[in-house]
Nanobody, 127 residues
């Protein structure tokens, strides 16, 4: 079956950058309508932070990361990546990628819109 695997997590200081990558195996990323990135901190709900429409590459961001994070797709690598800049301690969370067919940009930041999920990558930002 389809497998999504995140990579690129780690620990950085506040103000630093990390780049997460989500590779899709057995299927092209273009099999999906959209892919997104979510994060979940301990004791909190999973939060959609960025999504991308695969056919057009049009991104959509949550206000919490807009201007700092950039989502993109890479056809050659069959990945969807998340460039995270100006990281803050509040960005500390487990980050998950997801794939599916959300009905709208707004829906692309909701967990119920996705059918496939990665296992997560830990991102820790120290102050």
């Amino acid at each position: 079956q389809v497998q999504l695997v995140e990579s690129g997590g780690g620990s950085v200081q506040a103000g630093g950058s990390l780049r997460l990558s989500c590779v899709v195996s057995r299927r092209s990323i273009y099999y999906y309508g959209r892919m997104g990135w979510f994060r979940q901190a301990p004791g909190k709900e999973r939060e959609g932070i960025a999504a991308i429409h695969l056919d057009t590459g049009v991104p959509y961001y949550a206000d919490s990361v807009k201007g700092r994070f950039d989502i993109s797709r890479d056809n050659a690598k069959n990945t969807v990546d998340l460039q995270m800049n100006s990281l803050k301690p509040d960005d500390t969370a487990m980050y998950y990628c997801a794939a599916g067919w959300p009905s709208s940009p707004e829906a692309s930041l909701t967990t119920g819109a996705y059918t496939s999920w990665g296992q997560g990558a830990q991102v820790t930002v120290s102050s």
